[in-house]
């Protein structure tokens, strides 16, 4: 098990992890999310990217200035053991909160289109306990766990033809037809399937190459900017804005189009594979949050992930009402993210502050 | 300290101090009357007393171990023709013994050695006179081939290391000797090409050997589960065969070979998950087909574990899934069944299994019999009683005789195995079960190593060349470096550049 601070992401794991964190349980709603801008909303995905690639930055220029150190460490050596603990202990909370974000997401679908006459009790803890499994074998098992997905599921996107051969593309135009408030809101609403990068802030110290870490990160990003520019000009030839504005989970029409003469309703097939983006994104989470504790503990220890994944679990299947449980996940979380990616342009300005001090790391 | 740390400690402890305290067999002088004393009651044991040239020898063999004509033309003609020689100069092939190391002595006897005791002389001498009946060479049952060599190797060590070595003339196999199993006193051999193979590899092998402790091994199997990685995994990680091309190839790649005395495999080390399904065949035929072949394999693996699965979520959770026509035929054919889906199929998989299990402890004969009566009786009297339907029973064979295209026996009982933990997820979850259970299994997979190197490769890439000998056997043209499972010292099978 790829336990300790051994360099084992090569450049091919740094893609797919960042690729697979990113995409999980939000893309199936991403239209939906961002139908304020209507038939625009297929370039929304490149402004994001473009708001994405601007805070990497910040990230990997900290990031060269600690190469051996998680964002946990990182506090501690700016601001000090008890405040940065502090802050540690709302990362490792915005960690777990993640990852049960995903988890609830996906199984409250599966109740919904699968599994009508189920409760999500055995369907989630099924999950978790994949989910455990996965992050007990360390960050290496979760990066190749996420190449692996990206195999399993990469092939959908060749589903989009029959979506798009059925819309019709000149649904896109006029470009632009919208306004500042709708591309604010949408971006607002559809954030959060672009949250998983921000976990490089952890990973990287595991990075082989870190010189070209960069590069990979990027590649990354900019691979799911492209397949979500993909999946929305098909949406946006394939459905109407108020088709958009009111389906839930338009990915799941988006399946209907599909036509074979041997398999009928293949979003049951869709779904069913979704669990590989899921998981993906739920371990890359669930091993943030375990890092954070192990290394506040000084030490690696089994509950060190017990402990995340049962609060991970109890969020879900606790005594939160749901409508809790969704405020936390879609507003807390998001803006927890909007914190994190930021909060690296304070360090290295606390990072400067104290070089300029003499005080460097 | 942890519990697990203490607990390990106190292993070690108590595997430190046994260490110590086998008995090294020596102390006072060895005399004729030690040695009955220690094999009393066997009666194998010839001990005899005779005065050669007016010295008085005592001689012991087992006869059960030396061929007594053998015994005569070595130890006895040329002592009798000696006049009193020094009988080191008349026995060229005899070796001194230690007078003390009463251990050794046992050992060598027990392994069909002659000993001598030349008591004027106070020498004692040991000659190799081990000559017993053996299975000859024959074709390989379990790993059959069309094309290329049929020999495969047999019970005694001896002869499957002149196989090799006839295969490979280079003075850099090397061969490795251990003993292991403190009663059976096993033979172990560890085989690599010096050149090639990696020498951190060769050295995790003979840790690991060393390390074992065990009363006694009855085949190869026993052993490599005891020196692999991971041993509560279902799926084997180090490679199993019977065959020398298997070998003699998987040496020229750079990978380290266990045999053992008394069994008739060897174990390849490491072997990556997609070796499993690779035949030595693949060589053999044309590319093309052979990438055909290991893609039906591979696929077959797929195909396995997701069609009877399958069947149950479609009809137990998803029937909206399939087209109108087959939904008619599939209810049709169910509509005299009482069972859900979920038992229908583990019913029948189990009678596949049931059947399997019987036909292979049965003679041939009686055995293929009862493949006739179960797949056609009990499987038509079945779908008669209305106890299954006509559609799973056509699934379940096709699944049964996928699971056996892998040509590793281990790999392919793993699978049938694996097959059941995704039947019963599909009973309880239908098709997101299934990718559940797929997940799990794929994650398990990325897990597995062998000798640390991870067992998905190159489905977790190594090296991009890789992929030209994995799920497609490129021409040969093509196939210039070496895997990099192996990680060998010298990369390319063909002597380019930097050799």
């Given at each position: 098990?790829?336990?300790?601070?051994i360099?084992?992401?090569?450049?091919?794991l740094?893609?797919g992890?960042?690729?697979?964190?990113?995409?999980?349980?939000n893309l199936?709603s991403?239209?939906h999310?961002?139908?304020?801008?209507?038939?625009?909303?297929?370039?929304?995905?490149?402004?994001m990217?473009?708001?994405v690639t601007?805070?990497?930055?910040?990230?990997?220029?900290?990031?060269r200035r600690y190469?051996?150190?998680?964002l946990?460490?990182i506090?501690?050596?700016?601001?000090?053991?008890?405040?940065g603990?502090?802050?540690n202990?709302?990362?490792?909370?915005?960690?777990?909160?993640?990852a049960?974000?995903a988890n609830?997401?996906?199984?409250?679908?599966?109740q919904t289109?699968?599994?009508?006459?189920?409760?999500i009790?055995?369907?989630l803890?099924?999950?978790?306990l994949?989910?455990?499994?996965?992050?007990?074998?360390?960050?290496?098992l979760?990066?190749r766990?996420?190449l692996?997905?990206?195999f399993f599921?990469?092939?959908?996107l060749?589903l989009?033809q029959?979506?798009?051969?059925?819309?019709?593309i000149?649904?896109?135009?006029?470009?632009f037809n919208?306004?500042?408030?709708?591309v604010l809101?949408?971006l607002?609403q559809?954030?959060?399937?672009?949250?998983g990068?921000?976990?490089?802030?952890i990973y990287y110290?595991?990075?082989?190459?870190?010189?070209?870490a960069?590069?990979?990160?990027?590649?990354?990003?900019?691979?799911?900017?492209?397949?979500?520019?993909?999946?929305?000009?098909?949406?946006?030839a394939y459905?109407?804005e108020?088709?958009m504005?009111?389906?839930?989970?338009?990915?799941?029409n988006?399946?209907?189009?599909?036509?074979?003469s041997?398999m009928?309703?293949?979003?049951n097939?869709?779904?069913?594979l979704?669990?590989?983006?899921?998981?993906?994104?739920?371990?890359?989470y669930?091993?943030?949050?375990r890092t954070?504790?192990?290394d506040?503990?000084?030490?690696?220890?089994l509950w060190?992930?017990?402990?995340p994944?049962?609060?991970?679990?109890?969020?879900?299947?606790g005594?939160?009402?749901?409508e809790?449980?969704?405020?936390?996940?879609?507003?807390?979380t998001?803006?927890l993210?909007?914190?994190?990616?930021?909060?690296?342009?304070?360090?290295l300005?606390?990072?400067?502050l104290?070089?300029?001090r003499?005080?460097?790391a | 300290?942890?519990?697990?740390?203490w607990?390990?400690?106190?292993v070690?402890?108590v595997a430190?101090?046994?260490?110590?305290?086998?008995?090294?067999?020596r102390g006072?002088?060895?005399?004729?009357?030690?040695v009955k004393?220690?094999?009393?009651?066997v009666?194998?044991?010839s001990?005899l007393s005779?005065?050669i040239n007016?010295?008085?020898?005592?001689v012991f063999?087992?006869?059960?171990?030396?061929d007594?004509?053998q015994?005569?033309?070595?130890?006895?003609l040329?002592l009798q023709r000696?006049d009193?020689?020094d009988?080191?100069?008349v026995?060229?092939?005899a070796?001194?013994?230690?007078?003390?190391?009463m251990?050794?002595?046992?050992?060598n006897l027990?392994?069909?050695?002659?000993?001598?005791?030349?008591l004027d002389?106070?020498?004692?001498?040991?000659v190799?006179?081990?000559?017993?009946?053996?299975?000859?060479?024959t074709?390989?049952?379990s790993e059959?081939?069309v094309l290329?060599?049929?020999?495969?190797?047999v019970?005694?060590l001896e002869?499957n290391?002149s196989?090799?070595?006839?295969?490979?003339?280079?003075?850099n196999?090397k061969?490795?000797?251990?003993t292991?199993g403190?009663?059976?006193k096993?033979?172990?051999?560890?085989l690599?090409?010096e050149n090639i193979?990696?020498?951190?590899?060769?050295?995790?092998?003979k840790t690991r050997?060393q390390?074992?402790?065990?009363?006694?091994?009855?085949?190869?199997p026993v052993?490599k589960q005891m020196?692999?990685?991971?041993p509560?995994?279902?799926f084997p990680?180090f490679g199993?065969?019977?065959?020398?091309?298997?070998?003699?190839?998987?040496?020229?790649d750079?990978?380290?070979?266990?045999?053992l005395n008394?069994s008739?495999?060897a174990a390849i080390c490491?072997?990556?998950?997609?070796?499993?399904?690779s035949s030595?065949?693949?060589?053999?035929?044309?590319?093309s087909?052979?990438?055909?072949?290991?893609?039906?394999r591979?696929?077959g693996?797929?195909?396995?574990?997701l069609?009877?699965?399958?069947y149950?979520s479609?009809l137990t959770f998803?029937?909206?899934?399939?087209?109108p026509?087959?939904?008619?035929?599939?209810?049709?054919s169910?509509?005299?069944?009482?069972f859900?889906?979920?038992?229908?199929?583990?019913?029948?998989?189990?009678?596949i299994?049931?059947l399997?299990?019987a036909g292979?402890?049965?003679?041939t004969k009686?055995?293929?019999t009862?493949?006739?009566?179960?797949?056609?009786?009990i499987g038509t009297?079945?779908?008669q009683a209305?106890?299954a339907?006509?559609?799973?029973?056509?699934l379940?064979?096709?699944?049964?005789?996928?699971s056996f295209v892998?040509?590793?026996f281990?790999m392919?009982?793993?699978?049938?195995?694996v097959r059941?933990?995704f039947?019963?997820?599909?009973g309880?979850?239908?098709?997101?079960?299934?990718m559940l259970?797929?997940a799990?299994l794929?994650?398990?997979?990325l897990?597995l190593t062998?000798?640390?190197t991870p067992?998905m490769a190159?489905?977790?890439?190594?090296?991009?060349t890789?992929?030209?000998?994995?799920?497609v056997?490129?021409p040969?043209k093509?196939?210039?470096?070496r895997?990099r499972m192996?990680?060998?010292?010298?990369?390319?099978t063909?002597?380019?550049?930097?050799?």
């Amino acid at each position: 098990m790829d336990r300790g601070k051994i360099h084992s992401l090569r450049p091919v794991l740094v893609v797919g992890l960042v690729i697979n964190t990113m995409v999980g349980v939000n893309l199936l709603s991403l239209a939906h999310y961002a139908s304020k801008m209507g038939y625009n909303l297929w370039w929304s995905p490149i402004l994001m990217g473009l708001i994405v690639t601007l805070t990497i930055f910040p990230m990997i220029a900290l990031c060269r200035r600690y190469p051996e150190d998680t964002l946990f460490r990182i506090h501690e050596k700016l601001l000090g053991k008890w405040l940065g603990r502090g802050i540690n202990v709302v990362v490792i909370v915005y960690a777990i909160l993640n990852a049960s974000t995903a988890n609830e997401g996906y199984v409250r679908l599966l109740q919904t289109s699968m599994l009508n006459n189920q409760t999500i009790t055995v369907p989630l803890l099924g999950l978790t306990l994949v989910m455990f499994y996965i992050t007990n074998g360390g960050i290496k098992l979760v990066a190749r766990f996420c190449l692996l997905a990206l195999f399993f599921t990469g092939w959908m996107l060749l589903l989009l033809q029959y979506g798009f051969q059925e819309g019709g593309i000149t649904h896109i135009f006029p470009l632009f037809n919208t306004d500042l408030a709708s591309v604010l809101d949408a971006l607002n609403q559809s954030f959060g399937s672009m949250l998983g990068y921000e976990v490089l802030l952890i990973y990287y110290p595991f990075i082989v190459e870190k010189k070209k870490a960069l590069k990979h990160v990027l590649i990354g990003v900019w691979s799911v900017v492209l397949f979500y520019v993909l999946v929305l000009i098909t949406s946006v030839a394939y459905f109407s804005e108020w088709q958009m504005a009111n389906l839930v989970y338009p990915i799941l029409n988006l399946f209907k189009a599909v036509e074979l003469s041997f398999m009928e309703r293949i979003e049951n097939l869709g779904i069913g594979l979704w669990v590989f983006l899921i998981l993906s994104t739920s371990t890359t989470y669930l091993w943030m949050a375990r890092t954070g504790i192990e290394d506040m503990a000084r030490k690696q220890r089994l509950w060190h992930l017990l402990l995340p994944t049962a609060i991970s679990y109890y969020m879900i299947r606790g005594p939160l009402a749901v409508e809790d449980q969704r405020f936390i996940y879609d507003y807390v979380t998001v803006y927890l993210g909007y914190g994190l990616i930021l909060w690296p342009i304070f360090l290295l300005l606390l990072h400067a502050l104290r070089s300029g001090r003499g005080e460097g790391a | 300290m942890r519990p697990t740390d203490w607990w390990r400690e106190q292993v070690t402890k108590v595997a430190e101090a046994r260490r110590h305290e086998q008995p090294s067999g020596r102390g006072e002088r060895i005399t004729p009357h030690m040695v009955k004393e220690q094999l009393a009651n066997v009666d194998d044991l010839s001990s005899l007393s005779l005065t050669i040239n007016e010295e008085e020898v005592h001689v012991f063999f087992l006869d059960t171990m030396v061929d007594l004509t053998q015994v005569y033309e070595t130890v006895f003609l040329p002592l009798q023709r000696s006049d009193g020689k020094d009988p080191l100069r008349v026995l060229p092939y005899a070796q001194p013994c230690q007078s003390d190391d009463m251990g050794r002595l046992m050992n060598n006897l027990l392994r069909g050695h002659t000993i001598l005791f030349f008591l004027d002389r106070e020498l004692i001498l040991h000659v190799n006179t081990f000559q017993v009946e053996h299975r000859s060479i024959t074709k390989s049952e379990s790993e059959a081939t069309v094309l290329g060599p049929q020999d495969s190797f047999v019970e005694m060590l001896e002869i499957n290391l002149s196989m090799l070595r006839r295969r490979l003339t280079t003075p850099n196999l090397k061969i490795l000797a251990y003993t292991i199993g403190t009663e059976t006193k096993n033979r172990v051999a560890v085989l690599y090409l010096e050149n090639i193979a990696n020498d951190e590899n060769v050295e995790r092998v003979k840790t690991r050997i060393q390390n074992v402790e065990y009363q006694g091994f009855v085949g190869m199997p026993v052993l490599k589960q005891m020196l692999e990685d991971k041993p509560y995994s279902p799926f084997p990680q180090f490679g199993l065969t019977g065959r020398p091309d298997n070998v003699t190839a998987a040496l020229l790649d750079g990978r380290i070979i266990i045999m053992l005395n008394g069994s008739p495999d060897a174990a390849i080390c490491p072997a990556s998950f997609l070796e499993m399904f690779s035949s030595p065949e693949d060589f053999y035929n044309r590319w093309s087909t052979a990438s055909l072949l290991r893609m039906i394999r591979f696929f077959g693996l797929f195909v396995t574990i997701l069609l009877t699965s399958s069947y149950v979520s479609v009809l137990t959770f998803h029937p909206e899934m399939l087209p109108p026509a087959l939904l008619t035929i599939l209810s049709q054919s169910r509509s005299q069944v009482p069972f859900p889906p979920v038992i229908e199929v583990l019913f029948i998989e189990l009678v596949i299994e049931v059947l399997r299990e019987a036909g292979i402890r049965m003679p041939t004969k009686i055995g293929q019999t009862i493949g006739i009566v179960g797949g056609i009786v009990i499987g038509t009297a079945s779908v008669q009683a209305g106890l299954a339907s006509n559609i799973l029973i056509v699934l379940v064979s096709i699944s049964a005789l996928l699971s056996f295209v892998p040509p590793n026996f281990l790999m392919s009982n793993a699978i049938r195995l694996v097959r059941y933990g995704f039947i019963l997820m599909a009973g309880l979850m239908g098709m997101y079960g299934q990718m559940l259970m797929l997940a799990f299994l794929f994650a398990h997979l990325l897990n597995l190593t062998s000798l640390g190197t991870p067992c998905m490769a190159p489905g977790v890439p190594r090296q991009w060349t890789d992929l030209l000998n994995g799920l497609v056997r490129a021409p040969m043209k093509f196939i210039v470096y070496r895997n990099r499972m192996s990680r060998a010292k010298r990369k390319q099978t063909r002597p380019i550049g930097e050799e």
